[in-house]
């Protein structure tokens, strides 16, 4: 077996469609309409396929050091299986696997995709019973979207101090981080979660400096003009058709939270957050769905920015720890990578400049939230 691998980044399909894509790629002789035909058998026998690895020829050039190799390994559940105590313990069981596979191919950090790292508690069980160093590459993500939003809040005009932000999935680990950097420059912060004692657990956190609303009910989220969508839910919570105009939606999500109206409306922006662009290409386009070699989710950006600096480390492990100081560091090793967040983008479409200014001028005639 082949032991060369620096790194590893651990994923799964996100839908059955998606799970028939990589099939097709891996057995093109299977036939889309078989797929189709027999999606009843193929997702039964799914759930007790194994971890494998999909791609083993992935580089990370280093300036001045050679390249780092990684590998990706395919955990084959979907998000839709992990209603029920049996399907997370099936999912979690393919995750150990992955992770063991990973370490058999040389690989001394493990980034975890999606719902890999939530049914392995961010991580933190998983690192007792793998050895390898696994990361959930949450800390990068949010500081990704952070930057994003920066970028276009700037770019909009708009002062945070006067405006509403709403955090839906906040006490999540990325929501949290969010809240915690946003929090203090917002007129006002709605945070919106499923754990009445978590979310009274952050405000607290905040301090009574921060004007917050805490809320277990998503469409409180509706009243602002800056949502960050952080969630672990496996359907959409968020319609575009219910939010406010003028209403900016960083979706850092997988899969997505917000619904998209069959008509997009021109008075909403809402995209992807989290989103990374590499200095080079690395191609896993046909299980991240992202349009470009050079694009990849913030987890595993984070695994590659801590290959190429040669800390194989658990950066981002277990829930909570995500501090603004641990963003600026995650910031900085990323940025000497050459790792940056991606132009703006929802699904395979870019948002180009046109739209940007368009929204602007729409979302200009609204104002602001506080005088």
């Known amino acids: 077996m082949s032991a060369d691998s620096d790194f590893a980044l651990l994923g799964h399909p996100s839908d059955y469609d998606h799970l028939s894509e990589i099939l097709l790629r891996s057995r093109p002789g299977y036939g889309r309409d078989r797929l189709e035909r027999y999606e009843r058998t193929i997702s039964s026998m799914i759930e007790w396929a194994p971890s494998y690895v999909s791609a083993s020829d992935l580089v990370a050039p280093v300036p001045g050091q050679g390249a780092r190799s990684g590998i990706l390994v395919v955990c084959p559940f979907l998000p839709s299986g992990l209603g029920t105590p049996a399907g997370v313990a099936r999912a979690y069981a393919k995750v150990v696997g992955g ?64 405006r509403t932000v709403a955090i839906v999935g906040a006490t999540g680990d990325i929501g949290r981080a969010c809240a915690l950097v946003l929090g203090p420059r917002v007129a006002r912060l709605v945070l919106v979660g499923r754990s009445v004692t978590r979310l009274d657990s952050l405000a607290h956190d905040l301090g009574p400096a921060v004007s917050t609303t805490t809320s277990r009910d998503v469409s409180d989220a509706h009243v602002a003009s800056l949502v960050i969508a952080a969630t672990s839910a496996t359907e959409p919570l968020i319609d575009e058709a219910d939010l406010r105009p003028d209403a900016v939606v960083c979706d850092v999500s997988y899969p997505k939270t917000v619904r998209r109206s069959p008509e997009p409306r021109d008075d909403v922006l809402v995209f992807a957050g989290g989103i990374a662009e590499l200095p080079f290409e690395l191609d896993v386009s046909y299980l991240t769905r992202l ?81």
């Open 99 to 162: 992770c063991r596979t990973a370490r058999d191919h040389g690989a001394r950090i493990v980034g975890l995709g999606g719902f890999t790292s939530i049914v392995a508690g961010q991580g933190e069980r998983l690192r007792r019973e793998v050895d390898v160093a696994v990361t959930s590459g949450n800390t990068l993500t949010a500081a990704l979207a952070l930057e994003q939003v920066e970028g276009l809040v700037a770019r909009l005009g708009w002062d945070l101090s006067q």
């Open 291 to 371: 349009p470009g070699a050079s694009l990849v989710h913030g987890c595993y950006a984070e695994t590659i920015a801590l290959s190429m600096a040669g800390r194989d480390e658990s950066f981002s492990i277990g829930q909570g720890r995500i501090s603004p100081e641990r963003i600026s560091e995650m910031r900085a090793l990323a940025g000497d990578a050459g790792i940056g967040p991606a132009p703006l983008l929802w699904g395979q479409h870019h948002l180009d400049e046109a739209e940007i200014d368009a929204f602007a001028g729409v979302a200009s005639a609204h104002g602001e939230d506080a005088a």
